[in-house]
Each structure stands twice: as C-alpha cells, then as structure tokens.
C-alpha cells in the first residue's frame, strides 16, 4: 500500500481512512455508481457541487494479460476533484493480470479496489469476464482468495444476483462468505435481466442476513423516500445509486435530509437549467464540434429528460439536438421557471434498444 494513500495528514484522515469509516459505521453511506463513459473527473465535479456521494466508484478498468490501467481513468483518480474517497473498479479473469492491475492502481490514491461480477455487456460476458463469471462460482472462489490475499487496501465487489435465474444467489453467497471482502455492492437483477425489470430488494436482504461484511443497496433508487423505503426493507449498509444521480444530482442530499428527518429540497427549474449548463461547459474538455458534444451528452440527458416532462417533450426535442443554439434554446423553454422540480423518473415511452434508460422505479 502506498504511503500517499493510507498516511494521515494534518488536514485530516485519508481516504482510505474515511472508506473504512464508513465501512465500520451503523450510519448508512451514499455511493456514486461507476458508469461506463460517465463517471469521468468532470462530471463528478458537477456532481459534487450538488452535495455529492459519500463514494466514487471509477468506471472499469479493463484488465487482460498485456493491459496497462487506462490514462483517462486513472486521471479520475489522480485529479480527484471531489475530496471524497474513490475506489477504482476492475474487469476481467486473469488472476496475475489482475493482482498487477490492482498492484499499480494502489500506487495512485485510491481508497479502495473493487472488482465487477455483474457486466451484462455481451460482449463483456461471453469471455467470461463481468457478469460472465458468474456461471463459474469455482473460478469466482479462486479470484477472489487470489485478489483478496494480494490487495492490502479495502476490496469489494460488485455483483448481481445471478448469471439466468435469482436462486443462482445462494450458491453465490456462499463463495462470497468465505473470502473476507470489505463490501458487496448488489443489484437486485441477473446479468440477463440487464438493466430494466423489477428489483429484488428481498434477495438484497437476504445477502444482508447472510453476509458477514456490509452489503450496499444497487438497482432503482429514485428518490429519498423510497432509498429510505429500500434500507429499511433490506438493512443494507447504504445505496449505491447510478442513473437516479444523473437524472438528479441533489439526491444524496435529499437523501442525507431524510435521513435526519428534514423534509428534502427540491430544486427548481433553473437549478436543473443550471446544472444542465454545467454539464455542458464543464464536461467539454476535449477540442470536439459543438454537434459531437451533445451527442455525447444525450448519454446524460437520457435520464434527465426522464424527470422533466410527463410527455416526453424535453427528451425527444433533445434526441434531435446538434447546435449549441438548439440545446439552450430547449433547455431554456422547459426549465427557466422557479417551480419545484420532483425530478422523479416518469413513464415515458422508450424503444427496446434504449436497455438503460426507460421507467427505472
Ligand atoms: C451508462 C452506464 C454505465 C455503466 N457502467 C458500469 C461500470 O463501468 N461498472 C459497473 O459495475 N456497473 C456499470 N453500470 C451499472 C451501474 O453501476 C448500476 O449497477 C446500474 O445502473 C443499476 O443502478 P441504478 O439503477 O442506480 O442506475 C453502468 C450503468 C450505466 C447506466
């Protein structure tokens, strides 16, 4: 383990320091989901400017045989814009590529490592990597003595319920018992469930129960109440939340005021204006065309426009977007108002190929 990562400063504890806190709190703790494509240094920024996770999760780092970790991510890392812990998420089956990936990664101030069993990408899946692995507990059970012997900082994995079917579960549970990880996070869906059927906060309790290392709540947390609803139905040691953020940035603080039985503020229009204008300024740090970066940030607006309009108007005028001129002009006419927004994700209307977007409550 570095120096830089676990020695205590005169500002305050490390990371790795406010990780195991954490860890070792009854508190419940927020975490920011890792997201492919997403979860980069500029958009936690935004995100943190809007109260922020407890947590960062990087998105993966791909690891094979010949893989060094990837420039762009590890900038998440060493730039870490948020003064909150990150943990830096790896994908693969390569045991010694793995225990040398998570070797260099806890060079850089990393709180913690964790591994991704959960992936439904086909092509992730059919090499055996992601939630592919999940057909093999064995080999699960050797990755994970290998990793967790190797890797000194705090390690967790991410996972699902099963690869087919949810009683694949227990099998799992019991691979998972007996290396002594430092969390599970679980989502409520198997890798063929992908991202839009109903959650299973139940099998989530039972991985609570039966677990003798925190378990964090993954899948469909929408709002304050109902991750108040989800922890008390599963007891987990907190949520990791993904597209819920995007679509509302205020929600780890709607979150923490719940939680401490004050009503929740709502943002208005502008705000949700204004962190769209952020979104727009602050994640253009690459020399692209106006048109290249709103086709990039229809992958956030995809879960914004879920929030805004019960009828969808926001996010079909935003599909169709390619000038800057457009963009604000849509964004404008929908949100410079002072109303309250609840930012709830609303039923609209979605084509099959839109797997991650669509109702997610
Ligand atoms: C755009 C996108 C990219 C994702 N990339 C990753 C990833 O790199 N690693 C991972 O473990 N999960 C990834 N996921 C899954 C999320 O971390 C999370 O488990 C899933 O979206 C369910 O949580 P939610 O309903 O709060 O979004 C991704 C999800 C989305 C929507």
Redesign the pocket.
């Known amino acids: 383990m570095s120096q830089k990562t676990c020695s205590t400063t005169a500002s305050g504890p490390s990371h790795v320091e406010v990780y195991r806190q954490a860890l070792a709190s009854s508190e419940p703790f927020s975490a920011l ?7 980069s240094l500029e958009f936690w920024q935004v995100m943190q400017a809007r109260g922020g996770p407890d947590l960062y ?4 780092f791909r690891v094979h045989s010949t893989s060094r970790p990837d420039r762009f991510i590890l900038r998440s890392i060493d730039q870490n814009p948020t003064g909150r812990p990150v943990i830096a ?1 790896m ?1 693969g089956n390569d045991i010694p590529a793995l225990i040398k990936t998570a070797k260099e990664l806890a060079k850089h101030p990393v709180a913690g490592i ?1 591994l ?1 069993l ?2 439904p990408a086909p092509i992730v899946y059919k090499k055996c990597a ?1 939630g592919g692995l999940l057909r093999e507990p064995e080999r699960v059970d050797a990755i994970l003595g290998s990793l967790r012997e190797a890797i000194s900082l705090p390690f967790s994995v ?1 996972t699902r319920l099963g690869f087919e079917a949810s009683h694949e579960l227990d099998k799992l549970l019991s691979v998972f018992a007996r290396h002594p990880l430092d969390l599970l ?1 679980l ?1 409520g ?1 198997t890798v063929k469930q992908m ?1 839009r059927s109903a ?1 299973d906060y139940d099998a989530i309790a039972k991985a609570v129960t039966s677990l003798p290392f925190p378990v964090l709540i ?5 709002s304050a109440k109902h991750a108040m609803q989800v922890h008390k139905q599963t007891q987990g040691a907190g949520w ?7 679509r509302n940035p205020w929600l780890f603080d709607q979150i923490r005021a719940l939680a401490k039985g004050q009503e929740p503020a709502l943002p208005t229009g502008q705000d949700v204006l204004a962190y769209i204008e952020d979104l727009y300024h602050t994640l253009r740090y690459i020399p692209v065309s106006d048109e290249a970066h709103i086709n990039r940030l229809k ?1 956030y607006l995809n ?1 914004i426009g879920l929030g805004i309009d019960r009828n969808g108007e926001f996010l079909h005028a935003m599909r169709q977007t390619r000038t800057r001129e457009a963009f604000f002009h849509i964004a404008r006419q929908h949100l410079d108002h002072a109303s309250p927004m609840p930012l709830e994700p609303l039923d609209i209307p979605m084509k099959p190929r839109d797997v ?1 977007a669509g109702v ?1 409550r």
């Open positions: 989901a890792p997201m492919q494509a997403v979860s999760f990087t998105e993966y998420q994908i964790d991704n959960g992936c992601g991410k996070t989502h869906r991202y959650v993954n899948g469909n947390v929408h990791m939340i993904g597209r819920g953020a995007i992958k879960f991650l997610h």
